[in-house]
């Protein structure tokens, strides 16, 4: 990220203790999500209706396309009914839908959210809905790679408890690589 590209509200944004310390978006992300805030932003009140944010998902065809991020948006939506929000507010709510990865209720949560249908499991059909969604471009071996890393060689789908458990060991990994790193 070039600091040299960014207007003065960008910077104060980025010095805020809430967005250094986030612990799910990276400033990138936080970046991103200022820059759409703002493009329904009442200047006045620095707040936005999340419903007109919804209106443009549709339109775009936002609820076909990434059902996913049109789906965290509605829940953000519903649950602020008329009433507006201001950026902050905004990021803390979708990183509640998204869940933290670092603790095991977020670590549910992101499974509830990426299992569109319901049913408990993901499985091939799924994981390719995602990737597609999410542009990661998953070939089919991946995808079975994927599921027999989570869920064991034999399985077919993953269960909540496997995603969970297996987002834990990851998590859990990353956090003393990062405790390393930091005491070199």
């Not at 649950?79 to 507006?84: A, P, T, V, W």
């Not at 789908?157 to 859990?172: G, P």
Request: aromatic share 6%.
């Amino acid at each position: 990220m070039n600091q040299q590209n960014l207007d003065k509200d960008e910077i104060a944004l980025l010095q805020k203790p809430w967005v250094k310390n986030h612990t799910t978006l990276t400033n990138d992300h936080i970046l991103e999500l200022f820059r759409l805030f703002n493009l329904y932003c009442d200047p006045r009140t620095r707040r936005i209706d999340l419903k007109d944010v919804m209106i443009t998902a549709q339109q775009l065809g936002l609820v076909q396309k990434s059902p996913i991020v049109a789906n965290t948006l509605q829940q953000v939506s519903d649950q602020h009914g008329d009433g507006g929000v201001d950026f902050e507010e905004f990021v803390r709510e979708l990183t509640n839908k998204l869940g933290n990865l670092f603790d095991q209720k977020g670590r549910e949560q992101l499974f509830t959210l990426v299992d569109i249908d319901g049913k408990g499991t993901l499985d091939k059909e799924d994981l390719k809905k995602i990737s597609d969604e999410l542009h990661l471009n998953f070939s089919p071996k991946d995808i079975d790679e994927i599921i027999h890393n989570v869920a064991g060689y034999d399985a077919e789908d993953i269960t909540s408890e496997q995603f969970e458990k297996y987002l834990a060991k990851l998590t859990n990994r990353r956090k003393i690589e990062t405790e390393v790193l930091r005491t070199k």
